[in-house]
């Protein structure tokens, strides 16, 4: 069993197996999902030698419909292949945020650590610059509070980071985790000039006094010691720097080689450098928030997480009031503030999309609202409406005048029931009811009446054998003009 458990299940019957690995490592979801119906124990699948699994080729290549397929078919969100890497380190490493979504929704484990350099998926999202992801992995550390930002970047007691119920701590601790050497997911992302995930990672509590150390392991070309902003003058890019700085790194801070950031840059050959790491004067005195700090990002995958955030076309009832944005799902979240309401897909969709900058009046991390533009925090949950009572069939058809020759042989309990209403009556009550049941359509007799018998006579011939209909010219007349008057009057009532 433990030869098995090492090479993964490639001994036996494998050939179902690497079909479901091609279907995921190519998005054929029908492959995959054809598979999982006949074998749902294929998703704990994994490959010889690497150990990886149709989960963690479908995270390399972005397809997430196949990854949300994988998780309910029971494999386990946070499995490893042979590096130690779980799925959601390698949708960070390649930029795939649905990807990232999705594991998030499912709860995925984002203080797993690789084998190799000991790094979180928070690394290899800096590493390769995907602020977005970032961003996404801190969905359950940063608050929809209004003035979360300023709170941290005024911060300087340790102890008191808390905004309401949140602790801050627990964010702090994840943001600035240390991989093998020391190193951050800030140092990473200035030494590769990533300057969205640096600001981001700056608003949300990265330390720019953080240092590496030498743990025999890694191979620091700049040397133990070293500060992101050391690291950041080796990466040579002048838009990092002068975040750092104003941010408070120390320009003569130096390592354990005796090195400041300036002589890492002139070693490097960084020289366009030596104006912003010699004088300070040249550097912004204020830097904006990042457009990427969402503070609804929480509120919305909460939601998103106890109700869901798929719909498919037999889940919408057509009496529901749609979604504005995708008119599609029924309303299930609504912004605080304007109180606007939108489908809880929509609302994930646009807080882990927007990329603003905060120019906006209203608190840094607030996105506009699609329908007023007015600042949105947060997201609450509201009560999904019950599906409209549909109205009697009667109601919504055009009935038969009760003085028409064509029934006037019917009983008077069925004649009482055909009275015929104004035009005020049919329009404001039939057209409005059809509308609403777009299943039910609109039946026309034969034989129409416009009106009370007194002002609107029938205006086609009675087809009863037997029956005649005598009228002057003028009555012809006037019975021409009134049908398309009457039909202007309904349909001028149907639009108001």
Known sequence: MGLFSIVGNSFGCSASGERLVSAARDGDFQEAKALLEYNPRLARYSTFGGRNSPLHFAAARGHHGIVSLLIESGVDINLRNYHGQTALMQACQYGHWEVVQTLMIFQANIHKTDYLNGGTAIHFAALNGHARCIRLLLTDYVPGAAKFWDFMQNVSVKDELCIGDHDLRNLIDVVNHKADGGITALHMAALNGHVECIQLLLDVGASVSEVTVEDGTTIDLIGAGSTPLHYAACGGNAVCCQILIARGACITAKNSSGLTPFMVAQIWHRNWLEEILCSPSQVPAQISPSPYLCLPLMSIMSIARERGWRTTGGDVSPCMDPCAVCLEASCTVAAEGCHHELCTRCALYLCTTNNTPSVAPGPPGAIPCPLCRTPVVSFTMIAIASPVRSLPKRSLSLTLCATCPSV??????????????????????????????PSMVLNLNPVFCMGVPETSPCISRCSRPGASLRRTTSQLDNGRRSWPFAFNQITAAASS
Do not use: N, T, Y
């Open 408 to 437: 006037s042989s019917d009983p008077p309990s069925m004649a009482s029931a055909h009275l015929c209403r104004s035009e005020s009556q049919c329009s404001s009550s039939s057209l409005r009811s059809s509308s609403c049941h």
